[in-house]
């Protein structure tokens, strides 16, 4: 198992929910969950937590174990197929809520790290096809193939869901899906379940013709859509996926329970130490209490903009016991008590 275990895959983390559903299908077929998470260091039910994370290498054990246990090259052509927009998290969501196609390949392209930390998206127009150019982050070793095959078919899957509804085989074919190996023996099994398939190919892509970018999206829903995208920014800086090692901070002041973290606890979650990490902020000439001070006036707004919560919920929901203590807080941040800043809303 020391091959998983690679500096990427020791480092790189991925959502739980892939792991959960492989979970679910080996006790479908009699397998123990003691056996799939054998050498995972993982128990069932940690994966069955909500916003539960596991690394890269986990997650490469459990699928070499799954195959290893059911004797079943195909898994990940059934798994793919049986995927749909909510077992992609708020990502799917916010695929759900885009205006167009065209919009949600944007979003998800930009979000699937958070999710999917194996692959990079590339997206071109070729010959009027809108080509999806799946790459992998780092070597996948030997459940490569499992993957590429399971991450376009699950793409193929979010897609008819997106535009085509019910399973169609006409409207299918129109899509293509390209992989760079030879065709696989248990492929043949599935090919009128499948768009059409190539291989031997240049790349690993998802093809469709490119008129159908701006299709419209049934479920569209400016307002969510936009509050993933606010998620979605948020989750990468928590992650560390961003540049910006401010945005990742900010993430992690998170209010709990009518809490913020102290600077101990964001030091211990950054493996800093204390005075490591209060000399990281002096370089961008912050301190501990401004740049808190800063996140709870963000959450202030947002709260007051976007709740019908009362002051004194909003007080409590920030920390404060006390309405008046807010509103002094408040009115030296902005000039304004929250009253008079939602009169202007």
């Not at 959502?15 to 959960?20: K, P, R, V």
């Not at 099994?189 to 190539?198: E, I, T």
Request: charge should be negative.
């Amino acid at each position: 198992m020391d091959l998983f275990k690679q500096r990427d895959m020791l480092q790189t983390s991925l959502a739980a929910t892939y792991a959960s559903y492989m979970l679910r299908l080996a006790e479908s077929r009699g397998i123990k969950a003691e056996q799939l998470l054998a050498h995972t260091d993982l128990i069932a039910s940690t994966l069955l937590q909500p916003q539960a994370r596991i690394f890269a290498w986990q997650q490469a054990i459990i699928v070499h174990n799954l195959l290893k246990l059911t004797h079943d090259p195909s898994l990940a052509i059934e798994i793919g197929l049986r995927s749909n927009l909510t077992k992609a998290g708020f990502i799917g969501y916010g695929l759900m809520s885009c205006a167009t196609l065209r919009d949600a390949i944007e979003l998800g392209t930009r979000f699937l790290p958070t999710q999917v930390p194996f692959f990079k998206l590339g997206f071109d127009i070729q010959d009027e096809m809108a080509v999806v150019t799946v790459e992998e982050a780092f070597p996948l070793w030997h459940f490569r193939t499992f993957a590429i095959e399971n991450f376009l078919i699950e793409v193929s899957e979010i897609f008819r869901s997106l535009l085509v509804g019910q399973y169609a085989p006409g409207k299918y074919q129109q899509l293509q899906l390209y992989f760079d190996y030879p065709e696989p023996d248990y492929f043949a099994a599935y090919k009128d379940r499948l768009p059409k398939l190539y291989f031997n190919q240049a790349a690993n892509q998802f093809r469709f013709s490119a008129h159908m970018l701006d299709q419209s999206i049934s479920t569209a829903n400016p307002a969510m859509a936009q509050l993933v995208i606010s998620q979605g920014e948020s989750e990468l800086a928590r992650l560390g996926l961003t540049e910006n090692w401010l945005d990742r901070v900010r993430a992690l002041l998170e209010c709990q329970a009518g809490q913020y973290p102290d600077l101990p606890s964001i030091a211990a979650q950054l493996h800093l130490s204390e005075r490591t990490f209060k000399r990281k902020l002096a370089e961008q000439n912050l301190s501990f209490s401004e740049l808190l001070e800063s996140v709870m006036l963000r959450d202030a707004y947002a709260l007051l903009q976007s709740s019908a919560l009362s002051i004194d919920e909003v007080s409590q929901r920030l920390g404060y016991q006390d309405r008046s203590n807010f509103t002094r807080a408040f009115k030296r941040w902005t000039g304004q008590t929250p009253s008079e800043y939602r009169t202007t809303l």
